[in-house]
């Protein structure tokens, strides 16, 4: 059984255009079905503003969903209330994109990734103090950082800190929003080598939201490509970077930055900007940007298909076929 089970995901935001106020529903995330499996990394990346971001923390109940299910372990999180949600999310945790924002200025490192603890009751006095040391220890960071406050560290520790938060309940799954888009290059390296050690160490399980390819690559099992708040290709790393199906997924797979020049694709621009989700194009919601759009692109909305064992595109036309 996989750990986490979605199915037909969807947010829609119900928002007011114009001098008269008239509605207009925007899908930030439409009817995504995935799973993940026990101690595997899912990637999802995308363009700014496709809705990644939104589905993690849908996923997690911070936004509720429109529609759909999302089991994990087989219990559905969306039909969950009161004491059954807030014992459900012990076993997921969530990893922020700004170390800094997400860290209470006011606590102390101690108390901050001790909270977990004392919401969900796992441990008190002198047993959560030692907890919290081994946790602290666990990301990298010295004994005496658990009676610093947040802004006495650099941006990667303070998101080791986020990480040792995160660990404190024991989670099983872990959904990390852009983890390392605040942190320096070399930094990056660190923290992602620290999440895979983890990995390994806890049996963890990941939704590694990113819009950087290269840490995808690095990290990920599978990975899913994400448009306009849709999946359009998803599929194990290796085989999605080495020969990419979906329009969409070539042109981001070719402006990557390759030292090896028998590596190095030749870079495909696209025309125009990513269609606003108030006004989606008809369709294939990527054939105005399309160099292989066809007729049928502009008429009929692809559906995410299985091509190979492993592989779903959601394209008219796969690239190579």
Known sequence: MSLLDVRNLSKVYHVQRGLLGRHVDVHAVRDVSFTVEPGETLGI????????????????????????????EGQDLFALRGAALKKARRGMQMIFQDPFASLNPRMRVGEIVA???LVHGMASGSERRERVHGLLEKVGLRPE????????FSGGQRQRIGIARALAVLPRL?????????????????????LMDLQDEFGLSYVFISH??????????????MYLGSFVEVAPVQDLFRSPRHPYTEALLSSIPRIDAAARRDRIVLRGDVPSPIHPPPGCP????????QERCRTEVPSLRELDPGRQVACHFPVGE
């Open 212 to 225: 950087d390819l290269r840490v995808v690559e690095h990290l990920a099992h599978r990975v899913a490509v």
């Open 286 to 293: 990527f054939h105005p940007r399309c160099p292989y759009a």
């Open 45 to 72: 990346v995308g363009e700014s503003g496709c809705g990644k971001s939104t589905l993690g923390r849908t996923l997690l109940r911070l936004i509720e969903p429109s529609a759909g299910s999302a089991r994990l």
């Open 115 to 117: 909270e977990p603890l």
């Open 145 to 152: 950082a658990y009676d610093k406050y947040p802004h006495e």
């Open 174 to 194: 872990i959904v990390a929003d852009e983890p390392v888009s605040a942190l320096d290059v070399s930094i990056q390296a660190q923290v992602l080598n620290l």
